[in-house]
């Protein structure tokens, strides 16, 4: 097997306006280099100043350079049968196929990404930028920012990264898709055309009908390995049926979690497994002793009329979070049903509980602790806006929930966040019409408790 170690210099800005201006390869047979091509481009553009300052190549030096499809050849023949290596492989893989593309031939080739595979089976590192990383390992980097010296210092780490592991290294290498197992309608040129964000992709057939829909914090890289999937019989049936993809990038991971739990209820795809009705199986009960005290106990949602203070997915998810409210507001574990016993609880018997459970605390001061502690985990009456990114830099999103309920989201200009709260309503002009939008948002906001929350 043979690899080709590949680094670019580019015009710089965004990938899809960028233009190669170097280029340079090694080719590799997994012990040591044995070929190597290389050479200035003329992008055909004027290069910016600061590119220049950062690479040293400038519009006098590729003037008279050949055009890009000029070696177009000489890249594809060079790269051919061989594993596409890069430090940051998106980068590099990205640009090239970009310019391949504009001459009409799509260049694939499976790909390794040096960055991730040193993550791994060099661990412990404090930068795996590739400056770095040659001074860890005592690789001599001459030429930095220069495709010659940045891809010969690539392929000595991808060296060390053989003769550290190669078994592991290998199953790093990223197969690329294959057009002929994809349905013929769709159009594989526009794939890359989706972003890599946070988001919602639906999957339709050639008659379209919805048939499948997912969420992905990287919609593109989430829709490859569909297309890639044809190991499974359930995903290599679903990949010959997807004619036209669509997507929606949400910024948010909430929101695409509300649109995907809705659309499915709405079309039911049939690749999609039905969604139940959302219910906690487990929750918070209260209640008020003989004594006056007021007591928690966590029992099964199913076997009570009354709903629990909050509920949970398993018992498990129960006790720890009930564990951490009675170390936060100092209640006792045997009122909580967590220390089963005919006298003091264990918190008791290290000075961490105020002696409730043997009535050495009175009822009245130990209630008014239970009551802090039941305001603080349900937000029945809570009103407040939770802010996530946007859909793209300078907007966030916000969603609304008051008393308790999702109202809607919708997205704003950054500098509008800062801005006066009263205004922030204004933009919510997306509702979510699902019963189970609470439930989601009490999962959510659980599992995520550096949420960005503006109570008003």
Known sequence: MHYVIIDIETTGGSPKSSKITEIAIYKHDGISIIDQYETLIDPEMPIPQFIVNLTGISDAMVKGAPKFYEVAKKIVEFTEDCIFVAHNVNFDYGIIRQEFRKLGFDYRRQHLCTVIASRKILPGLESYSLGKLSRNLGIELIGRHRAGGDAFATAKLFTILKETDAIDLDTFVQDDLNPRILHPNLDIAELDEIPDKTGVYKFYNEFNQLIFVGRSKYVRRRIEQHLKNSKSVKGAKLIKEISRIEYEITGSDFISILIESNLIKIHIPIYNPPIKKIRFSHGIFQYFDERGYHRLFIGLTSKFID??????????????????????????????????????????????????????????????????????????????????????????????????????????????????????????????????????????????????????
Not at 313 to 335: R, W
Not at 344 to 369: D, H, M, P, W
Request: one cysteine or more; proline letters at 3%; charged letters at 25%.
């Open 307 to 456: 709903p629990p203070l909050v509920g949970f997915n398993s018992k498990k998810d129960a006790i720890s979070f009930l564990e951490g409210k009675i170390e936060e507001f100092e209640l006792c574990q045997k009122l909580s049903d967590l220390y089963p016993s005919n006298s003091s609880c264990f918190q008791y018997t290290v000075n961490e509980c105020k002696g409730a459970c043997i009535q050495q605390e009175s009822f009245e001061f130990y209630n008014l602790r239970v009551n802090d502690m039941i305001k603080n985990i349900t937000s029945n009456n809570e009103s407040f806006y939770i802010i996530e990114n946007g859909r793209q830099k300078g907007e966030k999103s916000i969603l609304l929930v008051e008393n308790g309920s999702l109202v809607g989201y919708g997205f704003v200009p950054f500098h509008v966040q800062f801005s006066s709260i009263d205004k922030w309503r204004d933009q919510i002009d997306k509702v979510i019409e699902s019963n189970d939008s609470d439930t989601l948002l009490i999962q959510y906001i659980r599992s995520n408790p550096s949420l960005n929350i503006v109570r008003f």
